[in-house]
């Protein structure tokens, strides 16, 4: 009768703290928007990077879009401003917890306890 108890309550125990059906935080944490702010001498630019996953029950393969607005100075002085919009798709990692993006030859990096992405050293916050 113990034995009958026990196995129930044992896989019950493993199940409520989730052992056996742990989720990838990391990969909960992508899908969203993404900003950041960089300035120099020569340059101010706002970079934004949307994350959708391909499918909406959430496979691997991501659709990011990355939107930049900047103003350089020229030789004379003059702040000529511009804008990129740049799409990629991605393919999740599980083992290194990261997008692939096959296009541009880089990986995105997640850390959801800081809310932020990165791509190489460039941070980007999750808003």
Not at 71 to 85: A, F, I, Q, W
Not at 105 to 126: Q, S, V, W
Request: charged share 25%; hydrophobic share 30%; proline share 6%.
């Amino acid at each position: 009768m113990k034995t009958i108890l026990f196995i129930p309550l044992c896989l019950l125990l493993i199940y409520g703290c989730d052992i056996i059906t742990s989720k990838d935080q990391v990969k909960g944490f992508i899908p969203g928007i993404y900003i950041r702010h960089y300035s120099d001498v020569y340059t101010d630019s706002y970079d934004t990077i949307a994350i959708q996953p391909v499918t909406p029950g959430g496979s691997d393969g991501y659709v990011i879009t990355k939107k930049s607005r900047f103003e350089k100075l020229n030789d004379d002085g003059k702040k000529l401003p511009g804008h990129l919009l740049k799409h990629w798709t991605g393919t999740y990692d599980d083992k290194t917890k990261t997008i692939w993006l096959p296009s541009s030859g880089k990986r995105m990096y997640f850390d959801p306890a800081k809310g932020e992405l990165k791509i190489g050293a460039e941070p980007y916050k999750k808003i």
